[in-house]
T-cell receptor, first 113, second 111 residues
């Protein structure tokens, strides 16, 4: 596999469920990101990890919990979500955090019932 | 406040009809300006990075340019397969890697 892979591609969950989104990058990059893309809104950064250390939390509610066990894998743990959390969740990676392009996966389309 | 504004929101072209997309930005200490293409149901695909005013990059029918206040994505003789949403993003000074995106321009090229 090459590039950035996200699973699952689609997820439907109730407000009381707990689920996790997975991202894996095969590019040898050192930084990984979670973004949220809602309809009619620009992509919005959620979290940044560099060498498995969280370096940015963009005021994201605690019902979203990221985890980065190594430089190739990134998870987003979800619990007690709200209907407004329905969106496309995109993972990205880059060589470093200083001006290098970020490469994106195809996202997980999340729907909250 | 760092900000990115793209125009127009939507653009319809006939095949072969050249045009330009605009990305205006205000940012404290530009580390890079990025152009992406996004197809429906897919993640953004990286196209170009521009780092300083006067810089230009080309790829097939696309050419990106940069000034101190804005960037243009010129599309020459577009084809239907160029139809997509084009996203512009900037990375400001500091070292978080945070990208600030515009809302995108949705391009439709009719045969």
């Amino acid at each position: 596999e090459t590039g950035v892979t996200q699973t699952p591609r689609h997820l439907v969950m109730g407000m009381t469920n707990k689920k996790s989104l997975k991202c894996e990058q095969h590019l040898g990059h050192n930084a990984m990101y979670w973004y949220k893309q809602s309809a009619k809104k620009p992509l919005e950064l959620m979290f940044v990890y560099s060498l498995e250390e969280r370096v940015e939390n963009n005021s994201v509610p605690s019902r979203f919990s990221p985890e980065c066990p190594n430089s190739s894998h990134l998870f987003l743990h979800l619990h007690t979500l709200q209907p407004e959390d329905s969106a496309l969740y995109l993972c990205a990676s880059s060589q470093d955090r200083s001006g290098q392009p970020q490469h994106f996966g195809d996202g997980t389309r999340l729907s909250i019932l | 406040e760092d900000q990115v504004t793209q125009s127009p929101e939507a653009l319809r072209l006939q095949e072969g009809e050249s045009s330009s997309l605009n990305c205006s930005y205000t940012v404290s200490g530009l580390r890079g300006l990025f152009w992406y293409r996004q197809d429906p149901g897919k993640g953004p695909e990286f196209l170009f990075t521009l780092y300083s005013a006067g810089e230009e990059k080309e790829k097939e029918r696309l050419k990106a340019t940069l000034t101190k206040k804005e960037s243009f994505l010129h599309i020459t003789a577009p084809k239907p397969e160029d139809s997509a949403t084009y996203l512009c993003a900037v990375q400001a000074g500091g070292n978080t890697g945070k990208l600030i995106f515009g809302q995108g321009t949705t391009l439709q090229v009719k045969p």
